[in-house]
């Protein structure tokens, strides 16, 4: 007896590249006709192609299974951009330097393990100013030293996380911590 199984398939490519097929839909084919699809193996910052087709796979008893593939849907341009920020650091801790040295808070955070992270910034502000980035390049280490303070006041920090194209999460929870006199 042959049976007859029918799907559809998510096909990509790059531009000038080969096609592949990414396999068949995730959902039902039933009444509702639903139909999704995943692509998990993109990259950001490229343009893909995308088409579907339908798929018929043939099981005839003693012949190999046989897949027919239908017509192709017309072809979607795609631009896999990264709009996505990464999560906001957690954690945040800061700590005067102690009597008898040139005054300075040390900050620490959790690290964030997103694969795309660049680095940190760091934010500071005053009682009622509003927070300041003090850092000149991105900090790469989950920890700054904030040299620039003086001996009385208290001081507010928060840090936020970029990735690779620049999206930057928002800022952590504040800290704060004082300077005695």
Not at 134 to 160: C, M, W
């Amino acid at each position: 007896m042959t049976g007859l199984q029918f799907s559809y398939h998510l096909f990509r490519r790059e531009e000038k590249g080969p096609v592949v097929d990414l396999g068949p839909s995730t959902g039902s084919l039933g009444p509702g006709l639903t139909i999704i699809f995943l692509d998990r193996s993109f990259e950001w910052e490229k343009i893909y192609y995308y088409h579907i087709a339908s798929v018929t796979i043939v099981n005839a008893p003693g012949r190999p299974e046989e897949q027919l593939q239908g017509d192709d849907s017309p072809e979607y341009r795609f631009f896999a951009h990264d709009v996505f920020p990464p999560a906001p650091p957690g954690g945040l801790q800061a700590v005067f330097s102690g009597p008898g040295q040139k005054p300075f808070i040390d900050l620490t955070w959790a690290p964030n393990t997103e694969s795309d992270l660049a680095g940190y910034n760091v934010y500071r502000h005053e009682q009622g100013a509003v927070p300041v980035r003090i850092n000149q390049e991105l900090v790469k280490t989950p920890s700054f030293r904030d040299a620039n303070v003086e001996a009385g006041h208290r001081y507010y920090y928060s840090v936020s996380a970029v990735d690779l194209r620049g999206n930057e999460s928002h800022r952590s929870a504040e800290t704060s911590e004082e300077v005695p006199r």
